[in-house]
């Protein structure tokens, strides 16, 4: 006679039964729903631990989950002052500790409301595609934990054809200590739409919390999106993030994380290019100085025949900064045609500093193109003697290169002012370059 042994579940500190059982008050009933699965299936993935491979050079103590308590749903209302660079989108959104602000006059096509007002007035829209197919991945914890725990919920869905100008900023403005904000983002771009969204984290210098994320995004044929994330969260903040996309016919969608702020960082962004001709782009840069810890994994799946992906991740590191990239381009069967590339580019600044880069390809198709590649240094010296000889100082000939090595991924952005404050931060992080 055998018996079948229950596995108890398993809870990262402050995300236990008795935190979930204050999430779903007053939800609609598909939001609770969702939640509850979430949970369940949250409890039953094993808590990360630095012997698993993802976790080996970022051990997940450093998260401190224990110091964190997740802040209550936060509410929807009406924006309510204007920040900087407001007036050149076509819809803002703010989210702080308390209110979830809204743009009130939204372009035809367009809409952009909380998740749970989504539940009611976009009931199929939320049933096809929230905690949907975007991920390919199991088991990942920390999505879960989003899945059942999230407390910012914003829903975005452009009309078929419909071409946003400017695009949607959404500003993140955190200022409660050791609270845990958990931003949940749903976007779909419907056949023909062109769209780009801009998000801003930033919080005062000395406020620690924990900003745990997730997005999901469905681009339907045709469609072009844009995601730019600039995350400059202040020194004692940990920000942990997943980002995923899928994409259909002909479309394309582009992802650019730019990493500066915070004391520890974990993000993963991957994208499913499914249908012939579907295209993801995929862009970072991270520049991690003062003890800094940032980790970054990427992974481009294609999903079908004559697909098309590139990714260019480039890092600095300085002061005992610690930088990790892990990339996967994986080709399922059947998938001929592939055309896929993986880079990632790292200066070493000073003695101090670390980076690791792991790329990888997991090829199961024939006829296909994929090719991956990772360099690691400091700065070329000469370089360094070009600029010296034309009358520039050593400090300010390493701020030009280290700016020009950032470049290529900051015209990525499509914001001019959003350039130059890219361009000031990496200029405050490398202060005295000198060794």
Known sequence: MSSTVMTPPQFLAGFDEAAFDACASGEASFICTRREKAFNDYGMIPNPTSRDEEYRRTDPMLFRMGRYARMPTIATGRLQKTRRWDEAFDVVVSITDHRLGLSEDLPAGVTVCSLNDAATSHPELMEGYFMGAASPEEGRKFLELNNAFWNAGLFIHVARGVVLEKGILIHYDVEAEHAALLPRLLVIGEEQSQFSIIEDYQSSHETPFLCCSAREFYAHAGAQVKLVTLQEWGPSVVHIAEDWARVDRDAMVDLVSLSLGGKTSKMTVGCTV???????????????????????????????????????????????????????????????????????????????????????????????????????????????????????????????????????????????????????????KLGDTDE
């Not at 003695?351 to 994929?370: H, V």
């Open 274 to 428: 499914c249908e012939p001709q579907a295209n993801a782009y995929l862009g970072g840069l991270y520049f991690a100085n003062d003890k800094q810890h940032f980790d970054q994994k990427t992974l481009q799946l294609h999903a079908a025949p004559d697909t098309f992906s590139k990714m260019l991740y480039k890092g600095a590191a300085k002061d005992k900064g610690y930088s990790v990239y892990q990339g996967i381009i994986q080709a399922t069967h059947g998938s001929i045609g592939v055309d896929a590339y993986q880079t990632n580019n790292n200066l070493i600044l000073d003695k101090g500093a670390r980076a690791d880069s792991l790329p990888g390809l997991i090829i199961n198709a024939d006829e296909l193109a994929c090719s991956h590649g990772a360099t690691m240094g400091n700065l070329d010296p000469e370089q360094l003697h070009y600029l010296r000889t034309r009358g520039i100082d050593e400090v300010e000939a390493r701020k030009i290169l280290v700016l020009g090595f950032f470049e290529e991924v900051v015209q990525r952005v499509p914001h001019a002012p959003i350039q130059e404050r890219l361009h000031d931060m990496i200029e405050r």
